[in-house]
């Protein structure tokens, strides 16, 4: 989907749920969030994202794309997939690597599912490589879950192997969904505590990219507020496809992460609506 929309410009519309540029909300007849319109040169809406499949999306993209003569993009590659070790053995080889090790407690849930992309995300590849990484299905009760006092899902710890009880003392314990800047720094804190460097990632030259738009730089608040905006929309299209169950699911995760967030309000206010 990112190699497609390099063949777009790719604008994003804050409308803080219809009170912020409702003028334009009005002209397009935007009615819910998200909406994803596809416009021609002048402004004129030509269609819209139709679709929740990446690989339809990518292709819609590219169609549209063609429409004004863009060059095509190479081919949509497979999501990537995250592999990782049993924790006993993520523990034996952090000590013999001397590596801080993380280990993800994770199950079916949509927000397990959040965390596995933005782990599987580029952006945390540095941060990653300086970890023994290790997976473990989370299973309420389990021996393993009550060693290390796990009781949701997704967590992701971050151990010192050298520790006789490791999880007595982690470095990190990171509960809930995270989209992969999130992650990216709450990883990179933990990381910090134990006393792995974790660089920032080179720069891109201008000739290596080409032309881009500015890009918006936000606040943590404000990555946060997007983040739960992004989980209450999928929430609640989740629930108008009969998928009342998992869209409950989805805010109580919302609300769990970020319990004091005033975004959170909104969470609460339709998990009590879906709940009656």
């Known amino acids: 989907m990112i190699q497609a929309a390099d063949s777009l410009v790719c604008v994003f519309i804050e409308c803080n749920w219809g009170k912020a540029n409702a003028d334009l909300s009005g002209r397009y007849g935007v009615g819910g969030y998200p909406t994803v319109l596809f416009c021609d040169p002048d402004g004129k809406a030509i269609g819209e994202l139709n679709s929740h499949d990446p690989a339809a999306v990518a292709k819609q993209m590219q169609q549209v794309a063609a429409k004004f003569g863009a060059k095509p993009v190479a081919p949509v590659a497979e999501a990537k997939q995250i592999t990782g070790m049993p924790i006993g053995e993520a523990l034996a080889a952090g000590r013999k690597a001397k590596k801080p090790v993380a280990i993800l407690f994770f199950d079916d849930s949509p927000a397990s599912v959040t965390v596995h992309g933005a782990l599987s995300d580029d952006l945390l590849k540095d941060s990653l490589s300086r970890v023994v990484f290790g997976l473990e299905e989370y299973r309420r009760g389990s021996p393993e879950c009550v060693r290390f006092d796990v009781t949701r899902a997704p967590t992701l710890l971050v151990l010192d192997p050298a520790l006789a009880k490791p999880e007595e003392k982690p470095l990190g314990r990171i509960e809930g969904s995270r989209g992969a800047r999130e992650l990216k720094r709450d990883l990179d804190s933990a990381l910090a505590s134990s006393g792995v460097e974790v660089p920032a990632a080179p720069a891109s030259s201008a000739e290596d990219r080409g032309p881009r738009a500015p890009v918006e730089k936000l606040s943590d608040d404000e990555l946060e ?52």
């Open 225 to 276: 507020r997007k983040f739960i905006q992004a989980r209450i929309s999928a929430a609640m299209e989740l629930k108008k496809k009969g998928k009342t169950d998992k869209a409950i699911e989805t805010l109580e995760d919302v609300i769990k992460s970020y319990p004091k967030h005033v975004e959170t309000l909104v969470a609460k206010k339709l998990l009590a609506d879906m709940r009656k």
